[in-house]
C-alpha cells in the first residue's frame, strides 16, 4: 500500500521558519517527481515546488522562491520543504505529491501527480 505521510506543519509567527518532511512508502518513487502543493481555505490547491527524479533541478512558485527550498533524499524516499520568511499568506494546508509520469510542461499541473499525502497545517500569524 502506498503511502505519503508529511510531518512538520505549525504555527509560527511571519518572519519564521518551518520545515515540512514526507515519508513515501509502499514503492520506490526513485523515478518520479516529488513535490508540494497547498490550499487555503476557498482557495484551489497551487504548486509550489517539485524536484526532478535526481532532485537535480527544483521548480518553485513565483510567491515562494527564494524563501523555500525543497530537497528529496531518494535512499530514504524522502522530499522535504524548508521554509523560511513565512508570511500569513502562506497559510495554508501544504501537501506533499509523486507524480511518476510529470514532465516539465506539467510539473505546476496537479493532475500530473497521482500519489498525495493527507496534508499538514502550516498557519503563519501576523
Known amino acids: 500500500q502506498v503511502q505519503l505521510v508529511e510531518s512538520g506543519g505549525g504555527v509560527v509567527q511571519a518572519g519564521g521558519s518551518l520545515r515540512l518532511s514526507c515519508a513515501a512508502s509502499?514503492?520506490?518513487?526513485?523515478?518520479?517527481?516529488m513535490g508540494w502543493f497547498r490550499q487555503a481555505p476557498g482557495k484551489e490547491r497551487e504548486f509550489v515546488a517539485t524536484t526532478s527524479r535526481n532532485g537535480g533541478s527544483t521548480y518553485y512558485s513565483d510567491s515562494v522562491r527564494g524563501r523555500f527550498t525543497i530537497s528529496r533524499d531518494n535512499a530514504k524516499n524522502t522530499v522535504t520543504l524548508q521554509m523560511n520568511s513565512l508570511q500569513p499568506e502562506d497559510t495554508a494546508v501544504y501537501y506533499c505529491a509523486v507524480g511518476m509520469g510529470v514532465i516539465t510542461s506539467t510539473l505546476r499541473n496537479a493532475d500530473a501527480y497521482g500519489y498525495w499525502g493527507q496534508g499538514t497545517q502550516v498557519t503563519v500569524s501576523s
Open positions: 509502499g514503492r520506490n518513487f526513485r523515478n518520479g517527481y
